[in-house]
């Protein structure tokens, strides 16, 4: 059965609140606040210039990303992702369909790069998928994440043209 991406719809914000939820609460992928109200978190990555979608795999939504101006002005030509994905996802192409979608998307909306300006050293495969898909690493910030578990972690600035 094929992975169906789409733009998010108001009601698929339950399914984007599920699979937020976790990741956020954890507090060791993005950085916000791990006790954000569904309220907020569904208006940060759904909402403003945020462009969001929804993965659905047999009738059920297992993954989400946004993308947005990573900069205004003269600087939005570069675009910016974020990515999450259910726990039943794994191992089911996912959060690669998602990758592969947001690349042919970002060129369809007219960006030129696309940058990830925080992506944990840590998160190792995260890091691995963006580079195998031909991201490189143009930063490095010392001890930009206070990590529940591992302490204090760099984040990598990542950049790709498209």
């Known amino acids: 059965m094929d992975t169906i991406i789409r733009k998010s719809e108001k009601k698929d914000r339950a399914a984007i609140w599920a699979i937020l939820k976790p990741i956020f609460r ?82 369809d909306m007219g960006f030129r790069a696309m940058q990830f300006n925080f992506v944990l050293a840590s998160n190792t495969r995260a890091v691995k998928i963006w580079e195998r898909y031909g991201f490189a690493v143009i930063g490095q910030i010392p001890d930009a994440f206070n990590h529940p578990k591992d302490g204090y972690v760099d984040a990598l600035v990542m950049h790709k043209r498209l």
């Open 26 to 107: 954890t507090g060791e992928t993005y950085a916000v606040d791990a006790d954000i109200s569904k309220v907020d978190a569904l208006v940060f990555w759904c909402d403003g210039n945020h462009v969001a979608f929804v993965a659905e795999l047999a009738g059920r939504i297992l993954g989400t990303y946004y993308i947005c101006p990573n900069q205004g002005g003269n600087g939005g030509h570069i675009c910016n992702c974020g990515f999450a994905t259910h726990d039943a996802a794994q191992g089911k192409g996912i959060a690669r369909a998602m990758l592969e979608h947001s690349l042919s998307a970002a060129t």
